[in-house]
């Protein structure tokens, strides 16, 4: 069974790089599914990020993706998120998942436990 | 534009029947989605998928109190017997060319 967890800094300084990371277990990043990313702004509903594939294609929510970058670390078994220039707005529970795992294409099937970003000096 | 559309909030009373609707944006009633379940204080969890025709297939260790159907752009999701544990907020997801899209959220309430 996969494991997902997510870890990176739980503050970062507005106009500042959000840099967060998802360690794989149970499971190879070059598994043929997607590594997705989603977030929650407190007592707010859920945002889809992004996407990458093992072989490094990415697909990005169009009203992020001047901002966003997602890669995959095979030496690591692990995948990345970097949102750059943040605001308050970016505070949020960011989550790490799962998207086709289970061969079913777009199904987003698996979630990390999430990690509290908060953006603030 | 691929839109998916959900009642901010349901209530129901413990040990009965509740159905969660999630509509899809005008030219897209042919398409899936699934069902995610967020207890409070939780990350979310993958309930199933819900094909057009109402098929569905669910998560690992999913209840069987859990159940689909569709019709027309609508996608529901039936509960039955409900129990506390079942509170919390419910949200749909698709999927068009690169990109995943979710729905506002219904907040479940037990009475």
């Known amino acids: 069974q996969v494991h997902l967890q997510e870890s990176g800094p739980g503050l970062v300084n507005p106009s500042g790089t959000l840099s967060l990371t998802c360690a794989v277990s149970g499971g190879s990043i070059s598994s043929n599914h997607w590594w997705t990313w989603v977030r929650q702004p407190p007592g707010k509903g859920l945002e889809w990020i992004g996407e990458?594939?093992?072989?490094?294609?990415?697909n990005y929510n169009p009203s992020l993706k001047s901002r966003v970058t997602i890669s995959v670390d095979r030496s690591n078994n692990d995948f990345s998120l970097k949102l750059i220039s943040v605001t308050a707005a970016d505070t949020a529970i960011y989550y790490c998942a799962t998207t086709g795992r289970r061969g079913q294409v777009g199904v987003i099937d698996y979630w990390g436990q999430g990690t509290l970003v908060t953006v603030s000096s | 534009q691929l839109v998916l559309t959900q009642s901010p909030s349901a209530s129901a009373s413990l040990g009965a029947s509740v159905k969660l609707t999630c509509t899809l944006s005008s030219g897209h009633a042919i398409y899936s989605i699934a069902w995610h379940q967020q207890q409070p204080e939780k990350g979310p969890r993958y309930l199933m998928k819900?094909?057009?025709?109402?098929?569905?297939t669910k998560g690992d260790g999913i209840s069987d109190r859990f159940s689909g159907s569709s019709s027309g752009a609508e996608r529901y999701l039936i509960i039955s017997s409900l129990q506390s544990e079942d509170e919390g907020d419910y949200y749909c997801?698709?999927?068009?060319?690169?990109?995943?899209?979710f729905g506002g959220g219904t907040k479940l309430t037990v009475l």
């Open positions: 997801q698709t999927w068009g060319t690169d990109v995943r899209v």
């Open positions: 990458v594939y093992h072989a490094g294609s990415t």
């Open positions: 819900l094909n057009s025709d109402g098929s569905h």
